[in-house]
């Protein structure tokens, strides 16, 4: 691993920060009751943050920030992976609004380089960079969500058109989304991996329904998507007819990279609010952080944090070395999820939720964060998914048997 920044990288970030505060606030210290985003505000709080979060895309993208490691014959900069983190480092540090651009960003664009006719990237890579699409990844449905290949939505061909049948869950955003990429399967009577294909599908096409779902923490961040009798051109499908899944795994790669590399800043931030709210009374004038038994578990919510830390520096000094994303990507989001729903469970145990007076900073976001701490060990994988993922690709065992893949049909 490489703990070092070359002049020309600290240069970078000097300049980033610089940027930011010639336009946005700082983010205070939570020990002093400052307001907080972090994992608390940049949680999707519905479309009225929509207008925000655009404005401030496309300032990011006309100063050269919004794609940093895209190519630059796709508008990106060309820059290493190691200054990507540096920005999103220094921009967490700002009261920015909510970054809900990373499925298009994170995902979908470096899929389209891979995959996309020379069509396909000059009509949407430049309105992914500038926030004008917002995308939305329409992979899991009903009877597919850990098991992805047992994807039922159907395309049927009809000469230049598909035709879309099925449906999708717990899509994010999907209610206010502008694209979604879509995995269906494509071929009558196959099954698991083969016989699937992947499209860009305009979210307001007619037969398109999204239905909000609303969850235990009160809000409806993720959807039901239904596809009536939906009709889209051939030139929304990405990728080879029936090489869907390999289309799939590129977005997938990216997609744990990034959750990966998210969580390293994401746990560190819960844990400073949450050290904050261990050194302030509760309501009944208990002091948290007073009993040696919560300060032990403070100490080891921190080991943890930087073991998340150096985790993703080793990952990203593999892939500045050149190498393809890998499955580190799984074991730092397997690490974050738990770690954080610990951390929130911890922050709750402080004083009991009936004698959280009005009056202390932060309790409905606890309370918030709390309830929505399950979600980040369900999405984007969940972690029996990652467990497989690390067990069979890190430490090397064999495969668990599989009535699809071992036994033989007559």
């Known amino acids: 691993m490489d703990f070092s920044y070359s002049p020309e990288e600290m240069a970078f970030q000097e300049g980033a920060r610089a940027w930011l505060e010639a336009r946005v606030v700082r983010r205070g210290n939570p020990q002093d009751g400052a307001e907080q985003h972090g994992y608390f505000e940049n949680v999707d709080r519905g479309p009225e943050l929509l207008a925000e979060a655009r404005d401030w895309q496309r300032q990011k993208a006309a100063g050269g920030w919004a794609a ?8 990106g900069q060309g820059a290493s992976v190691t200054k990507q983190v540096l920005w999103e480092s220094e921009e967490d540090d700002f009261l920015t609004p909510p970054n809900v651009f990373t499925i298009g960003l994170g995902y979908v664009g470096p899929t389209i380089m891979a995959y996309g006719t020379t069509e396909q990237k000059a009509e949407f890579l430049r309105r992914i960079i500038d926030g004008t699409d917002l995308w939305c990844q329409l992979f899991s449905e009903p009877e597919a969500g850990s098991d992805l290949a047992n994807v039922r939505t159907r395309v049927t061909r009809s000469g230049s058109e598909w035709e879309i049948e099925g449906e999708k869950i717990w899509t994010s955003r999907a209610h206010y989304a502008d694209m979604g990429f879509l995995l269906a399967r494509s071929e009558a009577g196959s099954t698991r991996h083969q016989g699937l294909t992947c499209f860009l599908l305009p979210m307001h096409t007619l037969g398109v329904v999204a239905r909000p779902l609303r969850q235990s923490s009160g809000l409806s961040n993720f959807n039901s998507v239904r596809f009536d009798g939906v009709r889209i051109d051939d030139s929304f499908r990405i990728g080879p007819v029936g090489e869907g899944w390999r289309v799939c795994r590129t977005s997938l790669a990216n997609e744990r990279v990034s959750i990966g590399m998210k969580s390293v800043r994401l746990t560190r931030n819960v844990f400073e609010q949450l050290f904050a709210k261990a050194c302030r009374p509760s309501s009944t004038g208990h002091i948290p952080i007073d009993d040696p038994v919560v300060r032990l578990r403070l100490a080891e919510f921190y080991r943890q944090v930087v073991i998340l830390r150096l985790s993703g520096y080793r990952m990203l000094t593999a892939i500045s070395d050149g190498h393809e994303p890998g499955p580190e990507g799984s074991l730092l989001k397997l690490m974050q ?13 402080f004083t009991s939720l009936a004698a959280d007076s009005a009056n202390e900073i932060g309790a409905a976001d606890w309370n918030y964060a709390f309830m929505n701490s399950s979600a980040g060990r369900i999405g984007g994988g969940t972690d029996e998914i990652q467990r497989n993922i690390i067990a069979e690709r890190v430490l090397r065992l064999p495969k668990e048997p599989s009535v699809s893949r071992d036994i033989s049909r007559p």
């Open 337 to 349: 999820g738990r770690l954080i729903q610990d951390m929130c469970t911890e922050a709750l145990s």
């Open 68 to 75: 940093l490691t895209w190519p630059i014959e796709h508008g």
